[in-house]
């Protein structure tokens, strides 16, 4: 099942890149959530690496905070072993496609007079 949020960029982090990899995280804040007074937040982490890791690389003054986007997304499980080594599991929401979008249109109460009635 495909998993979309939409939004809008409130925070990004800083690109982190080895050289063969480059990882970014940012949140977006939803859009026209079913509460107004409680949007849901979420936070993602973008990670590219070979040819792909120009997107990364460049995500941050592509999406720069304040632009709104349509983030498709997978829930993602890795397992580690710590130093004692016991087993662990850690999860994370990796985005893999984003897109920007129109910004929000206008409410209708704004603009009556294209209206037909």
Known sequence: MEQVFRGTITDVDEL??????????????????????YP????????????????ADSFESDFPIGTHVEVHYNFKANDWTDKEG??????KVSAWKVMKLQEEPASAGEDEGDLPF
């Open 86 to 91: 016991n087993e662990r599991k850690f999860y």
């Open 16 to 37: 982190k890149s080895n050289g063969d990899w480059s990882a970014i995280s940012f949140e977006v804040t939803e859009s026209d959530p079913s509460n107004p007074e």
């Open 40 to 55: 849901q937040v979420a936070k993602f982490d973008y990670f590219k690496n070979g040819e792909y890791k120009k997107y």
